[in-house]
């Protein structure tokens, strides 16, 4: 079993859990999501990184033409001329979230996360297995830093890596 806590859980179902940590197994199975009371305190066998963790994206963009998708995805309408020249990879995701983040103040990165990971993941009928940070799901686990951890934005030296 693998500990993994952050200054920030974006679960994707739910509000970000400030210092939250999420535990899991060797084939990536998520055992739990703990919430701290206080402080987040020091186990063995866990790391802490600097950022946000959260699902790994589900590519959906392959799934639906660009119609179709937008429809599915009504947020992300307007920031389609935004849109990367190709959306395969989760850093190709990330490069479009980082710059609707530039475009509009408005759209939260909770937001932006969940479009691309328990939204997709509902569009394809899979958010019983992934999408969100959940027990007994195995969603992949990513990290996001190089942000503006005070307003929780994006910018231009954000990235990510995936750990599970």
């Known amino acids: 079993m693998k500990k993994y806590a952050a200054h920030y859980l ?5 509000k970000p859990i400030a210092q939250g940590m999420v535990q899991v ?7 739990a999501v703990v919430k701290p009371h206080g402080k987040l305190q020091e186990e063995a066998g866990m790391e802490f990184h ?10 959906v963009y392959h799934e639906f033409e660009p119609e179709r998708f937008y429809r599915k995805f009504p947020l ?6 935004l849109q990367p020249e190709r959306l395969s ?23 932006l996360i969940a479009v691309f990971t328990i939204d997709a993941a509902k569009a394809i009928d899979l958010e019983k297995e992934m999408g969100s940070l959940t027990a007994g ?11 503006d ?9 954000s990235h990510l890596k995936r750990l599970v």
Request: glycine letters at 8%; a positive charge; one cysteine or more.
């Open 149 to 157: 951890y005070q307003k929780l934005r994006l910018t231009e030296k």
């Open 25 to 31: 197994d060797s084939s990536g199975l998520i055992l």
């Open 137 to 147: 799901k195995r969603p992949g686990l990513m990290l996001l830093s190089g942000m």
């Open 89 to 111: 990879t989760e850093k190709d995701v990330l490069s479009w979230l980082i710059a609707i983040q530039q475009a509009d103040e408005q759209i939260s990165l909770q937001q």
């Open 76 to 81: 992300l309408k307007k920031f389609q001329a």
């Open 50 to 59: 600097n950022g946000i963790l959260c699902p790994a994206f589900v590519n």
């Open 10 to 14: 974006f679960p994707g179902n739910e």
